[in-house]
């Protein structure tokens, strides 16, 4: 059984940092895809960055966060990470990791239905 567990999110002011972890556990294969998505009140869960762990380690991101967020993975610690730089009041969201099955072909890592394990989410409020 997978599990993701989201961690490190809180309030900080715009231009702020902020580092989210997300401990993963249960996956006893490889080539899979891990992905940060956020959803704010009143608005669709959006794609943040996604980060494949076969051998090409393909990463995504978000145009609207893209220079600013890093996605990372400490594989010995099953860590996946989001560091979120020059933070903005529109990056206020609950922000959910997920994990896929298997590949993802067809560059569709944006799509939440590609995606069949959720955490529960950490907030994150940024003020102006």
């Known amino acids: 059984q997978v599990l993701l567990g989201e961690s490190g999110g809180g309030s900080v002011q715009a231009g702020g940092s902020l580092r989210l972890s997300c401990v993963v556990s249960?996956?006893?294969?490889?080539?899979?895809?891990l992905a940060w998505f956020r959803e704010a009140p009143g608005k669709e869960r959006e794609v943040v960055a996604s980060l494949y762990t076969g051998t090409t380690g393909t990463i995504y991101y978000a145009a609207s966060v893209k220079g600013r967020f890093i996605i990372s993975r400490d594989s010995a610690k099953k860590t996946l990470y989001l560091q979120m730089n020059s933070l903005r009041p529109e990056d206020t969201a609950m922000y959910y990791c997920?994990?896929?099955?298997?590949?993802?072909?067809?560059?569709?890592?944006?799509?939440?239905?590609?995606?069949?394990?959720w955490g529960q989410g950490t907030q994150v409020t940024v003020s102006s």
């Open positions: 249960g996956y006893d294969y490889s080539n899979y895809v």
């Open positions: 997920a994990g896929s099955s298997g590949p993802i072909y067809g560059g569709r890592y944006y799509l939440a239905d590609e995606y069949d394990y």
